[in-house]
């Protein structure tokens, strides 16, 4: 792994000096291993030991170049092994993340000071180089469902002001980065609401934005129009985006807001999707390789819709207390609801949890105790409160961890009870059998039935489903209708049937 950027000058340790800088040299000179946990670590230890060294600022900068590479290449390492793990991550792999994201951090700060002393040689670079830390910070603490690192978002504008501040360069090299346009891609990932995605969609969404975040909009004045969809900073607050609609900044403070929209960003992801819903692909139209993909266009179309226009809350919240038992995964699910077992441990197989507040299409809860890696949004749970005999399948929402081993979590109601299915798709020829979920109708959002599926499975619309009801088993037809829910995990679609029930219908 290279240890320098290309076009890094060299660090003379004797010009420089100090025991502490020359053993950050030594260990910057040494081959990074292939563990991103403890490399992670060894940056964040070695920059704080640069933080001793005695050395002037421009010299410093230079090292910060180096450091700058070494963490990127870290967190490419890192990002799959998080993307890879269900909340609460894994306390070595959230430390090793939560570690580097200040790593990250400290190193934008740094380069902020070197700018403000003009201390770099190109300084548009070094702005470069430090909205690229924070945006990769950023990403890391997505991943781990964590707030963003403290000093985030106060260095991202005093960045942008900086950067603005500088003349503009004769000549900007290819493939350079630029600190307003990764400043407009922090805004635009932020407005996509992380704690609602999962991984995949959250890195698809950031392929599109890094094409096209240069239209999101970013002004001083203060809109006019479409309150709806504009937010607001304050450089001398450590805020993200706050809703305009919701609260109004300080007047007082009218030099230091900052406006930004992605109602322009929503209009062209509409236009994209627009295009390949009349007969285009995003080959031929040029377009982010993601929306290829008809899984992701459904998530974009959401995701247009938030971009256009703040979202608000349908139902109100009850602040409530309980505690309820979750049991998580279409798998684990489909395996109790089959066995059919009054009498199982509800103890052993689920999570405990604590009800915080409630609305009447979903449920607010935290952790209490349990094992790691095992939810994100988009996954199914089946949840009961404790002693009872009822439970209800939701889906999950969203989820924070903001400290190791502790989860919030918000999950959607989907059903009132369900029953373990056997679905036999018949593909010229070939059987596909395949494990489900049959959801009864849930009033006042879904008249039919529906079937829960795991994701991309689908083979055709007709179909032959079993499942147990009462004391019967029941066979028959069935035909998918409309695609009602879409989750990395499952599909969830209404189905119409004509079934014929029966005893003894023999095992799959």
Same mark, same amino acid.
């Given at each position: 792994?290279?240890?320098?950027?290309?076009?890094?000058?060299?660090?003379?340790?004797?010009?420089?000096?100090?025991?502490?800088?020359?053993?950050?040299?030594?260990?910057?000179?040494?081959?990074?291993?292939?563990?991103?946990?403890?490399?992670?670590?060894?940056?964040?230890?070695?920059?704080?030991?640069?933080?001793?060294?005695?050395?002037?600022?421009?010299?410093?900068?230079?090292?910060?170049?180096?450091?700058?590479?070494?963490?990127?290449?870290?967190?490419?390492?890192?990002?799959?092994?998080?993307?890879?793990?269900?909340?609460?991550?894994?306390?070595?792999?959230?430390?090793?993340?939560?570690?580097?994201?200040?790593?990250?951090?400290?190193?934008?700060?740094?380069?902020?000071?070197?700018?403000?002393?003009?201390?770099?040689?190109?300084?548009?670079?070094?702005?470069?180089?430090?909205?690229?830390?924070?945006?990769?910070?950023?990403?890391?603490?997505?991943?781990?469902?964590?707030?963003?690192?403290?000093?985030?978002?106060?260095?991202?504008?005093?960045?942008?002001?900086?950067?603005?501040?500088?003349?503009?360069?004769?000549?900007?090299?290819?493939?350079?980065?630029?600190?307003?346009?990764?400043?407009?891609?922090?805004?635009? *990932?932020?407005?996509?609401?992380?704690?609602?995605?999962?991984?995949?969609?959250?890195?698809?969404?950031?392929?599109?934005?890094?094409?096209?975040?240069?239209?999101?909009?970013?002004?001083?004045?203060?809109?006019?129009?479409?309150?709806?969809?504009?937010?607001?900073?304050?450089?001398?607050?450590?805020?993200?985006?706050?809703?305009?609609?919701?609260?109004?900044?300080?007047?007082?403070?009218?030099?230091?807001?900052?406006?930004?929209?992605?109602?322009?960003?929503?209009?062209?992801?509409?236009?994209?999707?627009?295009?390949?819903?009349?007969?285009?692909?995003?080959?031929?139209?040029?377009?982010?390789?993601?929306?290829?993909?008809?899984?992701?266009?459904?998530?974009?179309?959401?995701?247009?819709?938030?971009?256009?226009?703040?979202?608000?809350?349908?139902?109100?919240?009850?602040?409530?207390?309980?505690?309820?038992?979750?049991?998580?995964?279409?798998?684990?699910?489909?395996?109790?609801?089959?066995?059919?077992?009054?009498?199982?441990?509800?103890?052993?197989?689920?999570?405990?949890?604590?009800?915080?507040?409630?609305?009447?299409?979903?449920?607010?809860?935290?952790?209490?105790?349990?094992?790691?890696?095992?939810?994100?949004?988009?996954?199914?749970? *089946?949840?009961?409160?404790?002693?009872?005999?009822?439970?209800?399948?939701?889906?999950?929402?969203?989820?924070?961890?903001?400290?190791?081993?502790?989860?919030?979590?918000?999950?959607?109601?989907?059903?009132?009870?369900?029953?373990?299915?056997?679905?036999?798709?018949?593909?010229?020829?070939?059987?596909?059998?395949?494990?489900?979920?049959?959801?009864?109708?849930?009033?006042?959002?879904?008249?039919?039935?529906?079937?829960?599926?795991?994701?991309?499975?689908?083979?055709?619309?007709?179909?032959?489903?079993?499942?147990?009801?009462?004391?019967?088993?029941?066979?028959?037809?069935?035909?998918?209708?409309?695609?009602?829910?879409?989750?990395?995990?499952?599909?969830?679609?209404?189905?119409?049937?004509?079934?014929?029930?029966?005893?003894?219908?023999?095992?799959?």
């Amino acid at each position: 792994m290279p240890t320098a950027s290309p076009d890094s000058t060299p660090v003379a340790p004797k010009a420089l000096g100090g025991a502490a800088l020359q053993s950050v040299l030594d260990w910057l000179n040494t081959p990074a291993t292939d563990d991103a946990g403890a490399h992670a670590h060894g940056l964040a230890s070695h920059l704080a030991l640069l933080d001793t060294a005695v050395l002037d600022p421009a010299a410093r900068a230079r090292v910060l170049d180096i450091f700058h590479d070494r963490a990127l290449a870290c967190a490419q390492m890192l990002k799959p092994d998080l993307a890879a793990s269900g909340l609460p991550v894994g306390e070595q792999t959230y430390r090793a993340g939560l570690s580097l994201a200040g790593v990250l951090m400290r190193l934008a700060a740094g380069y902020l000071d070197a700018l403000q002393l003009k201390a770099v040689h190109r300084p548009h670079r070094a702005a470069g180089h430090a909205m690229q830390c924070l945006l990769e910070s950023y990403t890391l603490c997505v991943l781990i469902a964590a707030d963003a690192v403290p000093g985030t978002w106060r260095t991202a504008l005093t960045l942008l002001v900086h950067q603005r501040a500088m003349a503009t360069p004769l000549a900007q090299s290819a493939g350079r980065a630029d600190a307003e346009q990764m400043f407009r891609q922090l805004l635009a *990932l932020t407005l996509a609401q992380p704690p609602h995605l999962s991984p995949p969609e959250f890195f698809n969404i950031g392929d599109y934005v890094r094409a096209y975040s240069g239209a999101v909009q970013i002004q001083h004045a203060p809109p006019h129009r479409d309150l709806d969809s504009w937010f607001w900073l304050d450089d001398g607050h450590d805020e993200g985006p706050i809703p305009l609609l919701r609260e109004k900044p300080d007047p007082e403070r009218a030099g230091h807001i900052l406006y930004c929209s992605c109602q322009r960003l929503g209009q062209m992801l509409g236009h994209h999707l627009d295009q390949i819903d009349a007969g285009g692909t995003a080959a031929d139209l040029h377009l982010p390789a993601c929306l290829g993909q008809p899984r992701t266009r459904r998530l974009m179309r959401g995701l247009q819709a938030r971009w256009m226009a703040t979202p608000r809350r349908q139902h109100a919240r009850r602040e409530r207390q309980g505690a309820l038992r979750m049991l998580i995964g279409l798998d684990a699910i489909w395996t109790v609801l089959d066995r059919r077992d009054a009498a199982m441990d509800w103890e052993q197989h689920t999570t405990g949890w604590t009800l915080l507040n409630d609305s009447p299409n979903g449920l607010a809860l935290r952790m209490d105790s349990g094992p790691t890696e095992l939810l994100r949004p988009g996954v199914p749970v *089946l949840i009961k409160n404790a002693g009872s005999r009822t439970w209800m399948i939701c889906v999950v929402r969203w989820a924070r961890s903001n400290r190791h081993g502790e989860v919030d979590a918000g999950v959607e109601l989907l059903s009132h009870g369900a029953q373990a299915a056997t679905v036999v798709f018949n593909q010229g020829g070939r059987r596909d059998v395949v494990r489900a979920l049959r959801l009864p109708p849930l009033a006042s959002l879904r008249p039919h039935p529906a079937l829960m599926l795991p994701t991309g499975c689908v083979g055709s619309t007709d179909l032959m489903i079993a499942h147990v009801a009462g004391e019967r088993f029941r066979l028959g037809e069935a035909r998918l209708s409309m695609l009602d829910l879409q989750t990395p995990v499952f599909d969830l679609y209404e189905i119409s049937e004509n079934g014929s029930g029966g005893r003894g219908l023999p095992a799959s």
